[in-house]
């Protein structure tokens, strides 16, 4: 009865439509957009628009052993299906299944599957979200830029946009049309383990490049969002980073005009000049209150004095942190009482299937209204208009051709050589000299995951090796520019790749002051593994003692040494700057 309903009313749907885009009175794309959403929230239940608020990662609807992991090769489970998309009428899905890259073919499988059993069930198409933040993280052979840091220190604008328009292209070609980029922090501790997502500490670079990511994503038009083009997500709303203990989604204190004038500048800069489509929300605290309870936050101070008309998400399981972690409701119940009164639009959840009912239950006793309910659907249906995918929802990965392109590749590379900051040259050391002999030492000398960071082929960065075995690493480059006889690799120190992102192997340092001996230059690369967010949290900013006696050591060969850091924020290096 159900999907015989839909047929009927897409049906007649299509047919009034047809006529109403006729009428001169509905012209105007967003008027049309309005129309067709009131159309289609008008024939809903509560719980197909509760539904719509609901958004679950991948594994959840992967065959596996649970909810967490999935069988590989990767395929879906189509009981899980029936109970996400079929009982619950989910209405966004996110991620890669078990924390690995995907290639365009696998992508365009899944997600067809995907949404040809949303358009059975309720003729309303899924909206796919992934963090492709520096090129496609989740897609294998994509393009990759440097990361958010990397491109602020271009400060040029046109680049960055011409970069996010090749990671929307891109996405794209991967299926998925959301992408949960830029990063929009003002970063202002620099233990923070978030500072290279971010494009740094100023407010002006950060609405500057913010916004150019924005156009570059969407395009020209985001009530008519192209087939080249993705949804941005500004995140993550707001004030967080600046956490008062320098570690990940924990607490931050910031005054009112502070938080006004400084955190939500960049936010209000690439709503009102880039029309960003969709918001996510800081997943800690400010002043003591939990964002995603912060109706003054996500309701006045966005919703109202911007009329900001996009969907607002949480992030990762933050609905249950306001029971676990901040302590700041009785249940679950209650949790998602306050964060959807607060403004929240659509959970993140991303396992318990429990959100629906719960939501359900708050409306039908009036603790949620029908008209909070109403209005976040409202903003979800719109943005599934917005990138046309009531019309197209799903699409060939051929129609991509440029993918991972040369073309591609050539703009990822100047905006890589733009984004190298020469801090010192003393004497003129730099450029090297052809036919100089060079030995590469550090951690970093000869490793893709160090070099290109976090959210790379998977969340920390420990697959980079995997799939990125074609490019160079610092010692490799060297390699080709110079001659391999003329430069040789002894790291000294080396990272544990198998551990937690600081943790080292035993030293060799000997080995490398031994192998400069008969060299000219020493290269010596430095800095931090990769890593993101919680595991990325650390105690100390200088560099390890390890890296600090390697440098000391090298500059006492008398070698010039030319120190190349390579780290996702700044390290204290004060003990070693003198001699490099």
Known sequence: MIKNRYIVLLCMLGISLLSVAQNKKFSNTKHYIEYRVDSVLSNMTL??????????????????????????????????????????????????????????????QTIKTIQQRAIKETGIPVVYGIDAIHGVTYTAGATFFPQEIGMAATFNRDLVTKGAEITAYETRASNIPWNFSPTMDVGRDARWSRIWESFGEDTYVNAEMGTAVVRGYQGDNHNAVGANNVAACLKHYIGYGTPVSGKDRTPAIISVNDLREK?????????????????????????????????????????????????????????????????????????????????????????????????????????????????????????????????????????????????????????????????????????????????????????????????????????????????????????????ADNVKLEEGVTYNMVGQYYEENDPTIDKAVSAASDVDYIVLALGENSYCETPGNLEELSLSDNQIALALALQKTGKPVILVLNEGRPRLIRKIEPGA
């Open 47 to 108: 719980e197909e628009k509760v539904g719509q608020m609901a958004q679950f990662t991948v594994d959840v609807i992967g065959k596996g052993g649970d909810l967490f992991t999935s069988d590989e090769p990767f395929s879906l489970n189509h009981a899980m299906l029936d109970t996400v998309l079929g009982k619950y009428k989910v209405g966004s899905i996110l991620n890669t299944a078990n924390n690995r890259a995907r290639t365009t073919e696998v992508w365009e």
């Open 263 to 483: 955190f939500f500048e960049p936010f209000r800069a690439a709503i009102m000049d880039g029309n960003a489509l969709s918001i996510m929300v800081n997943s800690g605290m400010i002043n003591g209150v939990s964002t995603h309870a912060d109706y003054r936050l996500l309701t006045e101070w966005l919703k109202k004095d911007l009329n900001y008309d996009g969907v607002v998400v949480t992030d990762w399981a933050d609905v249950q942190n306001l029971l676990s972690r901040d302590h700041i409701v009785h249940n679950y119940k209650d949790a998602v009482r306050v964060s959807i009164n607060a403004g929240i639009d659509m959970v993140m959840e991303p396992y318990n299937i429990q959100f629906m009912p719960t939501l359900v239950d708050l409306v039908k006793s009036g603790e949620v209204s029908q008209e909070r309910v109403d209005d976040a659907v409202r903003r979800v249906l719109r943005m599934k208009f917005r990138l046309g995918l009531f019309d197209k929802p799903y699409w060939s990965r051929h129609d991509y051709p440029n993918f991972g392109s040369a073309q591609h590749e050539a703009v990822a590379k100047a905006a890589a050589d733009e984004s190298i900051t020469l801090l010192k040259n003393d004497n003129n050391i730099l450029p090297i000299k052809k036919g100089a002999k060079i030995l590469v030492a550090g951690p970093n000398a000869n490793s893709m995951r160090t070099l290109i960071g976090g959210w790379s082929y998977s969340w920390q960065g420990e697959k980079t090796e995997e799939f990125a075995a074609q490019y160079n690493t610092i010692y490799e480059a060297l390699s080709n520019k110079f001659g």
